[in-house]
């Protein structure tokens, strides 16, 4: 890369010579933003270490979350009380984490995968119109929703009650956007030639959809799937609303009612960082799956790594 | 992904075609079967629990309970939780206007060091990172994999009293006794910033990395030295990005309330989305909390339609 036609990608210093003979300007245009890059470091530094030291906290050997004493694994197995290991209102949440992720992504990814391959094809004023409620939940603050779900699950639907059942359906409403999205944006990428080709070859619309359309939009359906499970995990205002018990509360909001006005003490930290671990598995196995069902297409690492997290 | 060169072409014949023109009409039922379950699904639980919300504004309370008794009928719809909100807001000596104005106080500053926070890194990585690009990206994509809950746990740790930043604070000569999760201001709004900044940064990355690298060229061979070229030329063409990314952390912090509840407690710092939560949780209060959710949809409904319009048309460009 020595060119200085290259401009996305810029050159080091050394690769392009100042160009001499011009007034302007006297500096080297292709020097390296060094306080820029001080500055981006800056900030990284801010937003990671942070959680570096909560994440280190969570091996602490005391009861303090801001004074260290020693490694331990105090919080994870051997306190016989209050770690993970032997906490069962903890396993709980941990538990009910995992569950509401599962149920959601298994069921608003085939939601949103049909829709969006209806909606592509079905082009009048009513789907027009659902296309459009699809793209306001994506965008709509969560905490109004949630206050419909609220209302709706202790009012019209008042069987449903609060709860896991509750917990779910929301977060299907929620996160059916993101198939949607996703697969909606692949679908114009192709291009509608595949289809018609199959079509003119003979397939029936099933077929067309089964043997053309999902083999070539399954990266984006895993795409979206791993991003639907992560921001489940991560969820909190639907959950928190939604859920009256200890058997229905995900990690997400104990944490939030255990820290809040005290401290809640190194086992948060602990069940903080089995979160933070079971997202970057997730977020690892999104990378290399996204990569390896991708691969021989145009694309890089970079595309992947924002593809995964929904930009 | 190499398809048959027979496969395109069928494609290619028919694209003066009007779209589905000959085709059997029993093709149109099997797409719109396919978009049914997603339709009826959010028919459901997205279109009708707003409407129940309406339901309830307008509905009356129940004195026994003290819960809210939602009323179907439009035409049945009481305005007395709707007066008595207006009042709470507009009302002699009302407690939700400081607390509106709070808000856009707080979410107008974050918004604003988000930016200027975030641009710089966005710009650095998009432009500048070179080889380094997938590295910084990473870092900067790290906290979307990070609960929200555990960044602000991660913050609380740091800012007890006998805290880490006391601790460094206290080194340097400073004040080292700060109670910072007592109620103030700067905790809230820096715990607003830290908490949404990496969405912007990454509307803010995907927008700056789109921009063609030749205009850029072209500033500089028609003389614009590197400053020139990026007022002249690279903050132009990052407008709507901004715009769009500032959105995406605005909406979201109108509706926050547990940032605030983690950091502060206090009512000296709440905001909106305190008080909604709060009604919602106090019997006799719902109808309220109802009505002002509502009135915080009108509000962010325009911005909204916006917002999506703009990525749509983004979307549409980039394909």
Known sequence: MTSTATTTAAPATSAAPAKAGLPWPRRNPWRHPWFLEGFTWLYLIWSLVPIALAVLFSFNNGKSQSVWQGFSWRWYFTDPVNSVAHNSVLQLAILQTVKLSAYTTLIAVPLGVTFALGIHRWRTRTSASFNFVMLLSFVIPELIFGVAMFFVFTSLFRPVGLGTLAETLALVTWNVSWPAIIVQARLATIGDSYSEAAADLGCTPFQTMRRVMLPLLFPAIFASAILIFSSVIDDFVIVDLLSNSAANTPMSVYIYSQQHGGNGGPALNALGTIMLLMSFIIAILGYVGYRAMTRGERGSTTDTLTTIAGA | ?319
């Open chain 2, 1 to 319: 992904m190499a398809m048959p060169t027979v496969l395109r072409f069928g494609g290619n014949r028919r694209n003066g075609d009007r779209k589905n023109a000959d085709r059997p009409p029993q093709n149109k039922i099997f797409f719109i079967l396919l978009a049914a379950p997603g339709i009826i699904w959010l028919a459901l639980l997205f279109i009708v629990p707003f409407y129940d919300v309406f339901a309830i504004a307008g509905g009356r309370l129940n004195f026994l309970t003290e819960s809210p008794v939602p009323v179907y009928n439009p035409l049945h719809w009481s305005h007395a939780t709707l007066v008595t909100t207006w009042h709470d807001i507009f009302g002699v000596g009302s407690f939700a206007l400081p607390i509106i104005w709070r808000t856009v106080w707080y979410t107008a500053v974050a918004a604003a060091l988000c930016v200027l926070i975030g641009y710089p890194a966005a710009y650095f990585v998009a432009r500048f990172a070179g080889r380094r690009k997938a590295l910084f990206l990473v870092l900067l994509i790290a906290p979307f994999w990070i609960s929200y809950m555990m960044r602000m746990l991660a913050w609380i740790d740091l800012l007890q009293t006998n805290g880490y930043i006391n601790k460094v604070l206290g080194s340097i000569g400073l004040p080292g006794d700060i109670n910072w999760l007592g109620g103030k201001w700067y905790t809230v709004v820096l715990g607003l910033v830290y908490g949404y900044i990496p969405y912007l940064i990454l509307v803010l990355y995907a927008g700056l990395d789109r921009i063609d690298g030749s205009l850029l060229e072209a500033g500089r061979d028609l003389g614009l030295g590197r400053t020139r070229t990026f007022i002249k030329v690279t903050l132009p063409l990052s407008r709507q990005p901004i715009l769009t990314g500032m959105l995406i952390t605005v909406l979201p912090m109108l509706g926050d309330y547990f940032t605030n509840t983690l950091l502060s407690g206090t009512r000296g710092t709440a905001m909106i989305g305190n008080v909604i939560q709060g009604q919602l949780a106090t019997n006799g209060f719902q109808g309220e909390g109802a009505v002002l959710s509502l009135l915080l949809l009108v509000v962010l409904v325009a911005p909204m339609i916006y917002y999506v319009r703009a990525t749509a048309k983004s979307a549409r460009e980039a394909s």
